[in-house]
């Protein structure tokens, strides 16, 4: 069992950054690839990045590839999400997820995330 409590959205304008974090419990984190997915009002929730258990692989959507930077620490049972340049369009509530399933063929599939956190809203004005 694994619980994510996710944190660091907030209003930014266009061009602004972000850090968002993600907390995990248990003792086993590095036994989850983590991702990060996002909801935009009335649309899917949508893969943004992922990373491998080990923290050596790192995937990201094409949309945002050279602005967002995913990276964990096993340590601390941490995954962060650091966001440059930020578009009205990455405006969305930014999930964290577990995966014990995943891997480097599937990073993609929201159903093998067995564990989210609660969202944190991500609004971006132009």
């Known amino acids: 069992q694994v619980q994510l409590v996710e944190s660091g959205g907030g209003l930014v304008q266009a061009g602004g950054s972000l850090r968002l974090s993600c907390a995990a419990s248990?003792?086993?984190?590095?036994?989850?690839?983590m991702a990060w997915f996002r909801q935009a009002p009335g649309k899917e929730r949508d893969f943004v990045t992922a990373i491998s258990r080990s923290g050596v692989s790192t995937f990201y959507a094409d949309s945002v590839k050279g602005r967002f930077t995913i990276s964990r620490d096993n340590s601390k049972n941490t995954v962060a999400l650091q966001i440059l340049t930020l578009k009205p369009e990455d405006t969305a509530v930014y999930y964290c997820?577990?995966?014990?399933?995943?891997?480097?063929?599937?990073?993609?599939?929201?159903?093998?995330?067995?564990?989210w956190g609660q969202g944190t809203q991500v609004t971006v004005s132009s």
């Open positions: 248990g003792r086993t984190f590095n036994n989850y690839y």
């Open positions: 997820a577990a995966s014990p399933r995943a891997s480097a063929s599937n990073y993609r599939v929201l159903r093998l995330y067995d564990y």
